[in-house]
Structure formats: structure tokens, C-alpha cells
């Protein structure tokens, strides 16, 4: 079985920095494409922006000039460095992830999810 574990969400005050983390834990053989999506409240779930196995980089327009998406495959891990934060950010943050387990199965998997609150 395959987990992705977000971490680093919290209180920000507007025009700050935070940076999120999502690891991959499991029976992983190896991790294509990583993407953070995130949801406010009332809102629907968006694309935020992804990083492939090959470290290139898609964000959305909303985000695009201050956040950052890299990985460490060492770590199995996906960071979102959030500079220049807005209320607008404010939202729950997931990874997902298209693993192939040690088992050579295709996976998608999401986290459980981290939240980021933005005060104005």
C-alpha cells in the first residue's frame, strides 16, 4: 500500500511564506507526475500546479510567480514553497500522486490534506 503525508500548512499572515511537504511512503517501484491541488471553503477542488518525474513544472495562473513546486525523489517527496501568500490562498492543500508500486501497479493516490489559512 501507498500514503502520501502532507505537512507544513498553518497560519500565515498576507504577504508571507509557507512551504508544504508531501511524502510518499509505501511498496513504491516509482512516482511520475506529483500535483498539489487545494480547496476553499465552498469552493471546488483546483489544480494548483504539478511537477513530473523529469522536474517540469505546470502552475495555474493564480499562483504562477510566487509558488514554487520541486521534489526530491531521494525523499519521495513533493514540496510547495508559498511566497507572497494571499486571503485567497486560504484552503485546504492535497498531493497527488501517479505511483507505480513495487508490484508494477499504476496508483493514484492523495493525501489527506493540510490547511493553510491566510489572514488579511
Known amino acids: 500500500q501507498v500514503q502520501l503525508v502532507e505537512s507544513g500548512g498553518g497560519l500565515v499572515q498576507a504577504g508571507g511564506s509557507l512551504r508544504l511537504s508531501c511524502t510518499a511512503s509505501g511498496l513504491i517501484f516509482s512516482i511520475n507526475t506529483m500535483l498539489w491541488y487545494r480547496q476553499a471553503p465552498g469552493k471546488e477542488r483546483e489544480l494548483v500546479g504539478y511537477?513530473?518525474?523529469?522536474?517540469?513544472?505546470y502552475y495555474a495562473d493564480s499562483v504562477k510567480g510566487r509558488f514554487t513546486i520541486s521534489r526530491d525523489n531521494t525523499k519521495n517527496t513533493m514540496y510547495l514553497q508559498m511566497d507572497n501568500l494571499e486571503a485567497g490562498d486560504t484552503a485546504v492543500y492535497y498531493c497527488n500522486a501517479d505511483v507505480v508500486s513495487s508490484g508494477l501497479r499504476n496508483l493514484e493516490v492523495w493525501g489527506q490534506g493540510t490547511l493553510v489559512t491566510v489572514s488579511s
Open positions: 511537477i513530473t518525474s523529469g522536474s517540469s513544472t
